[in-house]
């Protein structure tokens, strides 16, 4: 079954604790990215990557590091959580950004920071 | 960044009834996607619409890119059709969602 995966699904943590969000595809696709999704606000995105060892800052790069070592992983990095990264995390993949194809997503991860 | 606004915020709908949609964008996009976030908060991808028109089923979508506007429509709502709607902008690499519309069908 194609699909996107994160884990853990809910984490609470505290401040100051670093952690890691996983993020798999199974579809081959070249473009990954991480958003956040907080009330009123919709969803902005964090960083994406067109391919493998290549990631760009999205529109709240700070805070979070990502890394693509392998095509089909795109992990997220909180290397010292605070309270405002309380969030719901979403990852997603598509074939190449927009300009072809639609994005899949992932089910979420709920953040809490305390 | 692109602007994305969405109308209305919220929207309550008896089962059966018709409804529009709207976002508005700032600037020029390579592309417009509507997506559907379920009550569970699955995030499903609706339409794929950087202009013209576009159906499925109960819902159509259309984009008129040349005035940065996209509507979706749905009809003959049901109860499933509830939760929030996004229109997202992709200018190239980066994608501007809008905030969303919430929609509650009721029976």
């Known amino acids: 079954e194609a699909q996107v995966t994160q884990n853990p699904r809910y984490l609470i943590t505290v401040t100051g604790k670093k952690l890691t969000v996983t993020c798999s595809q199974n579809m081959n696709h070249e473009y990954m990215s991480w958003y956040r999704q907080d009330p009123g606000l919709g969803l902005r995105q964090i960083y994406y990557?067109?391919?493998?060892?290549?990631?760009d800052k999205g529109d709240v790069p700070e805070g979070y590091k990502v890394s693509r070592k392998e095509k089909r992983n795109f992990p997220l990095i909180l290397e010292s959580p605070s309270p405002n990264q309380t969030s719901l995390y979403f990852c997603a993949s598509s074939f190449t950004g927009g300009r072809t194809d639609t994005q899949y997503f992932g089910p979420g991860t709920r953040l809490t920071v305390l | 960044g692109i602007q994305v606004e969405q109308s209305p915020p919220d929207l309550i709908l008896q089962e059966g009834a018709n409804s529009t949609l709207r976002c508005n964008f700032s600037d020029s996009v390579n592309n417009l996607q509507w997506f559907h976030q379920n009550p569970w908060g699955q995030l499903i991808n609706l339409f794929y619409i950087p202009s013209g028109t576009k159906q499925n089923g109960r819902l159509s979508a259309t984009t008129v890119a040349t005035e940065r506007y996209s509507l979706l429509y749905i009809s003959s709502s049901q109860t499933t059709d509830s939760g929030v709607y996004f229109c997202?902008?992709?200018?190239?690499?980066?994608?501007?969602f809008g905030t969303g519309t919430s929609l509650t069908v009721i029976p």
């Open positions: 997202a902008a992709d200018t190239g690499n980066q994608f501007y």
């Open positions: 990557s067109m391919n493998v060892e290549v990631t």
